[in-house]
């Protein structure tokens, strides 16, 4: 009973939005977050002893799982095991990070120096043997780790590539199957080079986009959290996330699968994609679709100017006023620009799995999104 109700809440349609809520009250972006996040007591709480408790449940839970045939099979594949090390060190430099930046924050607020800045001058540090003697001991040690690595965990080699014969499900590398999900969602010119371009391009701007220099020097929460917050959710959400939906949960035929569920290449799953055009005019109206392009996919074209034009300008009049001034127009725009596009693709996935939705634009050869 325990397994099936783990597989229900594993499917992606309901563990994303948990995890995005979760996410969001843990490193809080706006007022309201914060606002319950203090209210819970997890800003104090989850970034000291409850950080600990988190780890200790994430290893215990991992550790009874492993019992399970089909959970051992999928973790312990030597090539998804860097996965599993993956989802450990990121939630452990997460906390990390945060206990850090609440600890001068709970400095910032007593009139205090942050942590960084109380640290006592020490002596010059020379290149040899300070530096490159600690670069040599980590080199030696990471050999070694690689030597382990490779005499205990046997490389996942298959019989050469046979164009009549390819595996069930074929995955990319472990590194490349966030973009491989991608695909799942939009077209390739979008999922393969728009999308990557546009998050890596985003994550780079960030430190160009927060110019405010008295910040700088100290890790700190409460004076970056937007950016913070915008960043760790590109990272963690948008392709953490994707990489272990696709490592874990995309079986043959690419089915959704629990992490209790038999990989069965029978598995069967109707969906019937349809485009936003035919849930206007179909559904709602109950009329054919109209034979002029401009008018049919009409909805989904007034639908992303507002989301592109419109939103950013209702944002930067009600919630975002104050940040929007302080950033400039160019600033405020590219920023939008960025976040509205990186944004695109968890909505897309969204009412991909709730409705079935393939297109929200669709214009065969010129573009679909």
């Given at each position: 009973m325990i397994k099936h109700w783990i597989n229900v809440f594993a499917d992606p349609k309901i563990s994303f939005p948990i995890i995005v809520l979760l996410y969001f009250f843990l490193v809080p972006p706006t007022k309201w977050f914060e606002k319950w996040n203090k209210r819970l007591g997890w800003d104090r709480v989850w970034t000291n002893a409850g950080g600990w408790i988190i780890h200790i449940l994430l290893l215990g839970g991992f550790l009874l799982c492993l019992p399970d045939d089909n959970f051992r099979k999928i973790v312990t594949k030597p090539d998804n095991i860097p996965i599993v090390i993956l989802l450990f060190t990121s939630v452990f430099f997460l906390w990390l990070s945060m206990k850090q930046a609440r600890d001068n924050d709970i400095r910032l607020e007593r009139g205090e120096k942050p942590n960084e800045f109380c640290e006592p001058k020490t002596r010059n540090v020379l290149v040899w043997p300070d530096l490159v003697y600690v670069e040599l001991i980590a080199m030696v040690l990471c050999m070694a780790a690689l030597i382990f690595w490779s005499v205990f965990l046997q490389a996942p080699l298959e019989e050469p590539a046979n164009p009549t014969l390819a595996p069930n499900p074929s995955k990319a590398p472990w590194?490349?199957?966030?973009?491989?999900?991608?695909?799942v969602y939009f077209d390739p010119w979008l999922a393969g080079v728009v999308f990557p371009t546009v998050i890596i391009v985003g994550l780079m701007a960030i430190p160009y986009m927060d110019t405010d220099s008295s910040n700088s020097g100290y890790y700190s929460f409460s004076r970056r959290k937007l950016f913070i917050s915008l960043f760790n959710f590109g990272w963690l959400v948008m392709w953490v996330y994707l990489i272990i939906v696709g490592t874990f949960m995309r079986g043959p035929n690419w089915n959704f699968f629990g992490p209790f569920e038999p990989w069965d290449v029978h598995?069967?799953?109707?969906?019937?994609?349809?485009?936003?055009?035919?849930?206007?005019w179909n559904q709602l109206l109950n009329r054919a679709l109209p034979d002029s392009i401009l008018l049919r996919e009409g909805v989904g074209i007034v639908i992303l100017i507002a989301y592109f034009a419109a939103l950013p300008q209702l944002l930067a009049k009600t919630c975002l006023k104050g940040f929007r001034a302080a950033m400039g127009p160019y600033k405020y725009g590219t920023f939008m620009f960025l976040s509205l596009m990186a944004l695109l693709l968890p909505i897309k996935m969204f009412l991909r799995w709730i409705m079935a939705l393939k297109y929200i634009v669709e214009i065969p050869g010129w573009f679909n999104i």
């Open positions: 590194y490349f199957l966030a973009l491989q999900e991608m695909l598995k069967v799953v109707p969906m019937n994609n349809i485009n936003l055009s035919e849930v206007f």
